[in-house]
């Protein structure tokens, strides 16, 4: 299987709600066409960032339905589809399926603590489901489980895994997954805060939360990897993280934060979902303030 159309920036893509907090068709498409247009690869739907563990089984499938309808055939596109049982998980998967997307992805299982037997069963029968190639999401401060290297092997013995997105912080992690996973295997790197260092490590690719926020800042890190040029790949990689750290300063979930920042950027999507909390109060005035940051570091390398 060629894997090229895997090699890129990634964002993960945020949830859109309408004004009441519903899942919304427009606002959705929306956000699909706004980052086509900025030239990135691909898109993760149904992650971390697009509140999967906060939406209900129909409203991920609509997400999932609206993303393929725009962008089907033009940008790659992965479907996470991990849900608290492995029935969601499936139903999610064959759907994705059936909307052409081009590769399924899923974290562990949450909230209960399983032996790695049922991790690995959890996986498989996901992987089983469908013919479309499958990508582990190993991100073990959210989910408490750290992908261990015996069940990583024993996983990509099955040719259906093309590959890991990697979100735990080590970046060894990224060069050990990529040593045992070999050269026809993509290793994405997770961490937005380590983007460059993975990728010289190892990593293939990038899929990130905080991408969309600023696609403009990745593409040219990305460039900038790729060309060899690395004085500049890390100047890059220190603004990105400058403007990480302002998107986590305020009170409210950084990914509220990443939606009235869009918003500025000329993209509603909503706000996001209870429990997580929305931008609030005075600190409504400085979201100008991060996308000054946004503005002047897209200027500042020419994209």
């Given at each position: 299987?060629?894997?090229d ?9 945020y ?52 993303a ?57 029968e ?14 073990p ?5 750290n ?35 070999g ?32 696609p403009?800042?990745?593409l040219?890190a990305?460039?900038f ?8 790949a890390?100047k ?34 909503g ?7 929305p ?12 996308k ?12």
């Amino acid at each position: 299987m060629k894997l090229d159309k895997f090699k890129g920036i990634i964002p993960a893509f945020y949830a859109c709600y309408d004004d009441l907090g519903e899942i919304s068709e427009d606002r959705t498409k929306d956000l699909c066409n706004y980052l086509y247009e900025k030239g990135v690869k691909g898109l993760y739907v149904g992650g971390s960032s697009g509140e999967c563990i906060y939406q209900n089984l129909e409203e991920r499938k609509a997400t999932l339905k609206y993303a393929a309808e725009a962008l089907k055939g033009k940008l790659t596109l992965i479907a996470h589809v991990g849900a608290p049982s492995t029935r969601e998980s499936r139903i999610l998967a064959k759907y994705a399926e059936e909307l052409g997307y081009d590769a399924l992805s899923a974290i562990p299982p949450i909230y209960f603590k399983l032996p790695e037997n049922s991790i690995y069963k959890y996986w498989t029968e996901i992987i089983e489901s469908t013919e479309l190639p499958f990508i582990i999401y190993n991100i073990p401060q959210t989910t408490g489980y750290n992908l261990s290297i015996n069940l990583f092997k024993k996983l990509i013995e099955n040719k259906k895994v093309i590959g890991v997105k990697n979100s735990s912080m080590p970046v060894m992690d990224i060069e050990r997954f990529k040593a045992a996973g070999g050269e026809n295997f993509i290793v994405f790197n997770g961490p937005d805060e380590q983007y460059v260092s993975g990728r010289i490590i190892g990593a293939d690719s990038g899929i990130g939360g905080t991408y969309a926020a600023m696609p403009e800042l990745f593409l040219k890190a990305e460039e900038f990897v790729s060309s060899g040029n690395f004085e500049q790949a890390g100047k890059i990689q220190r603004d990105i993280n400058d403007i990480i750290i302002a998107l986590c300063s305020l009170n409210g979930h950084m990914y509220s934060v990443i939606k009235e920042v869009l918003k500025l950027r000329g993209v509603n999507v909503g706000s996001v979902r209870g429990p997580l909390e929305p931008v609030h109060g005075e600190d409504l005035n400085k979201i100008e303030r991060i996308k000054d940051l946004i503005d002047s570091a897209i200027l500042k390398y020419g994209r």
